[in-house]
């Protein structure tokens, strides 16, 4: 990630705020509000837990497709918009 990036994507998805904190320590600013964890587009935003920490592989890939499924939708109803 380097702060050229930022111009390149519309968005920039982290998978929690740990890796936010460290994102807004390269770029500096959000000012076009690019910068989101994954999971902030479902119904229940939240970080998504790192099994290396927890061990369970399945809980973080239920999160990581409820995150996709959700970011999906919020794109399609943005270009529908």
Excluded: C
């Excluded at 807004?24 to 587009?41: A, C, N, S, T």
Aim: aromatic share 14%.
């Amino acid at each position: 990630m380097t702060k050229e990036d930022y111009q390149k994507f519309d968005y920039l998805l982290v998978m929690e705020s740990y890796n936010t904190k460290n994102l807004m320590g390269i770029l500096g600013e959000d000012p076009h509000q690019k910068v989101y964890r994954l999971l902030d587009f479902s119904s229940r935003p939240r970080d998504i837990a790192d099994p290396w920490y927890t061990g369970d592989f399945d809980r973080t890939h239920q999160d990581v497709m409820e995150g996709l499924e959700a970011f999906l939708a919020f794109v399609l109803k943005t270009k529908e918009a």
